[in-house]
């Protein structure tokens, strides 16, 4: 079993930052570099969509047109954890943001399609005040 456990969410004002941090751990946890991590977010009423992916190398990134020069994913596979920096935040944006991970080749450049993930954390709320 596979753990993400996001954190860094919580109520910033329109034009403000916050980053959002996914740690991975668990009993079967292989290693980090065998996963790529997406953020999706989800607000009330609306789908879930992916925002933001990671590449198991970290090499390759991939970003929502909403978001594109907004936000910035990366990751730090010597602490098993992923990051997403969000700037220039807007109402919009307010939804509980959620990491995945995808199991893939080591050091792959391939972040994978939105669908199919294999492990997913619990969420972590963002509201964004105008």
């Known amino acids: 079993q596979v753990q993400l456990v996001e954190s860094g969410g919580g109520l910033v004002q329109a034009g403000g930052s916050l980053r959002l941090s996914c740690a991975a751990s668990g009993r079967t946890f292989s290693s980090f570099t065998s996963y790529a991590m997406s953020w999706f977010r989800q607000a009330p009423g609306k789908e879930r969509e992916r925002v933001a992916a990671?590449?198991?190398?970290?090499?390759?990134?991939i970003y929502a047109d909403s978001v594109k020069g907004r936000f910035t994913c990366s990751r730090d596979n010597a602490k098993n954890t992923v990051y997403l920096q969000m700037n220039s935040l807007k109402p919009e944006d307010t939804a509980v943001y959620y990491c995945a991970a995808r199991v893939t080749s080591r050091y792959s450049n391939s972040v994978g399609p939105p669908n199919g993930m294999d492990y997913w954390g619990k969420g972590t709320l963002v509201t964004v005040s105008s």
């Open positions: 990671v590449s198991s190398s970290g090499s390759n990134t």
